[in-house]
């Protein structure tokens, strides 16, 4: 069965980086897009960042767009986030979903921004 | 693009709950619909307007037409409290766009 577990989250002053990853188990990683979704504390769920099968093609949320850098490695099976000069509202649980529907989801990681 | 969904629904059990998702010819996308329980990751309950993932009761369905896509439960029951929320693809911006949620409450 799909399994995704999420890994690296913690807290982190603000202007530092963080980088999380997404074990995939249970289906074949390399053909299936992947996307990092987030959600601070009470909130709603925000999409973050979406990179298709081939590695090449990305795209961002508007409020992470040249901060964060998605990618991955399909011999791993193993989906990143690159967090770079975070800020306070940064802060919340991060999750990576499978596929256009995000039919599948991990149980997410939780990043706290704070000083 | 913006998907606008009612911040609460509320609903005694075995009635029926209807939740609604609205955006700009919304009627021309694909619409995803997911519950999330209190301290749970969200589980993908209908995809593409009105299929059902496997392992989903047939008491979830779902419509998308005149500019409002909506997730029906039937017979609702106490464990299907939780939010919901819906999402399209945003093809003119290449981003995946969540509505705000609704949070369904069981009587």
């Known amino acids: 069965q799909v399994h995704l577990v999420e890994s690296g989250g913690g807290v982190v002053q603000p202007g530092r980086s963080l980088r999380l990853s997404c074990a995939a188990s249970?289906?074949?990683?390399?053909?299936?897009?992947m996307h990092w979704v987030r959600q601070a504390p009470g909130k709603g769920l925000e999409w973050v960042a979406i990179?298709?099968?081939?590695?090449?093609?990305?795209y961002y949320a508007d409020s992470v767009k040249g901060r964060f850098t998605i990618s991955r490695d399909n011999s791993r099976n193993t989906l990143y986030l690159q967090m770079n000069r975070l800020r306070p509202e940064d802060t919340g649980i991060y999750y990576c979903?499978?596929?256009?529907?995000?039919?599948?989801w991990g149980q997410g990681t939780l990043v706290t921004v704070s000083s | 693009y913006v998907l606008t969904q009612p911040p609460s629904v509320s609903v005694a059990p075995g009635q029926t709950a209807r939740m609604t998702c609205g955006g700009n010819d919304i009627e021309t996308k694909s619409v995803h619909w997911y519950q999330q329980k209190p301290g749970q990751a969200p589980v993908l309950v209908v995809y593409d307007d009105s299929a059902r993932p496997s392992g989903i009761p047939e008491r979830f369905s779902g419509s998308n037409s005149g500019s409002t896509a909506t997730l029906t439960i039937s017979r609702v029951e106490a464990g299907d409290e939780a939010d919901f929320y819906c999402q399209v693809w945003d093809s003119g911006r290449d981003h995946v766009v969540f509505g705000g949620g609704t949070k369904l409450t069981v009587l």
């Open positions: 990179i298709f099968n081939d590695g090449d093609t990305k």
């Open positions: 249970g289906f074949t990683f390399r053909t299936y897009g």
């Open positions: 979903a499978k596929d256009r529907t995000l039919d599948f």
